[in-house]
């Protein structure tokens, strides 16, 4: 049976009820639903945030700047629920006025720096800390390259492809082929670009990496979606080595969990406000002690 036809108004009207799992935090305008300051700890960098694939993005490079022994780049990570709307309060739409995840305060200077869109704040703490952004003009503008394709191409997956195959209230053929024929053919993208070269933007680990890992490294690796099978991740082989051996890093095995609030106990960490915390607070740790 072909999908129904949809013929649209002359005006569109909004459905607050129009289903969906996200149904309940969409909407057509912009701006706060409610006043809510937001916590500020004693660290240079205030980070408000989730550990979905753009979260992720940044505690990665947190984690892997204080691996170096960056030292000023000591950080709160405070736990935003976007499904319970925190992203709309006041406090974090100041930061954010697009009221996405992650959003950052550099406190770091007079006034404090807002920076939000994860591929900013990369590009930003790449730029203050001189890491993971190669000085040398051709590599820097091949690493820029991929930071954006990753911005540019992620919508489709995540938009397109992740929201039609597990996220609609129903599933329709046209949309979920449409997407899928898209988010192949960027996987295909990529795994002729690391058939060259160990790392995405040649033969060093970049922020292009931390970009690209949580969305299509988890992807291949069927964290995301669940849809590995119906991909058939396992033939994309260089996108797949590439994705083990990001997932090995310890900067990233610690990034991963922070501001996660879902899945193994021992696999969330909340908040984060210092290196012990990877040990001593994680939720199995405190519902134990609880």
């Known amino acids: 049976m072909s999908d129904p036809t949809y013929t649209p108004p002359n005006v569109w009207k ?6 969906g799992k996200f149904a ?3 909407r057509p305008i912009a701006g706060p ?9 004693e660290h240079p960098f205030q980070l408000y945030s989730l550990a979905t694939p753009n979260g992720v993005k940044a505690t990665v490079m947190f984690e892997e700047l204080l691996e170096l022994g ?11 629920r976007i499904t319970e709307g925190d992203q709309f309060g006041s406090g974090f739409v100041t930061i954010n006025p697009n009221s ?3 959003a950052m305060l550099d406190r770091s200077v007079e006034p404090a720096i807002r920076v939000f869109e994860s591929g900013s704040i990369l590009f930003y703490l790449a730029e203050k800390f001189n890491a993971f952004l190669p000085k040398d003009p051709a ?6 390259n991929w930071l954006f394709w990753q911005m540019g191409s992620a919508p489709f997956l995540g938009g397109g492809f992740g929201h039609f195959f597990a996220y609609a209230p129903e599933k329709y053929e046209y949309p979920i082929n449409r997407y899928t024929m898209e988010v192949k053919r960027q996987l295909d993208v990529l795994d002729r670009q690391l058939a060259e070269n160990p790392y995405i933007a040649g033969d060093e680990y970049t922020i292009a990496d931390m970009a690209i890992w949580p969305w299509y490294g988890a992807l291949v690796k069927n ?4 849809a590995a099978e119906f991909l058939e991740a396992h033939t994309y082989t260089n996108v797949t080595r590439w994705a083990d051996e990001v997932a090995c890093r310890p900067a990233v095995r610690r990034g991963r969990i922070v501001n996660k609030a879902w899945g193994d106990l021992a696999s969330q960490l909340h908040e984060r406000h210092d290196a012990s915390d990877f040990e001593h607070r994680t939720q199995d740790k405190l519902e134990s002690q609880a």
């Not at 639903?33 to 700890?41: A, S």
């Not at 960056?70 to 405070?78: R, T, V």
Request: no cysteine; proline share 7%.
């Open 100 to 102: 996405k995840i992650p």
């Open 70 to 80: 960056i030292e000023g780049a000591e950080y709160d990570a405070w736990l935003i």
């Open 24 to 26: 309940n935090i969409n």
């Open 33 to 41: 639903t409610h006043d809510k300051g937001l916590p500020v700890g």
């Open 139 to 144: 590599k820097r503008a091949e690493t820029m």
């Open 14 to 19: 909004w459905d607050p009820d129009n289903g």
């Open 223 to 226: 964290m995301v979606y669940e």
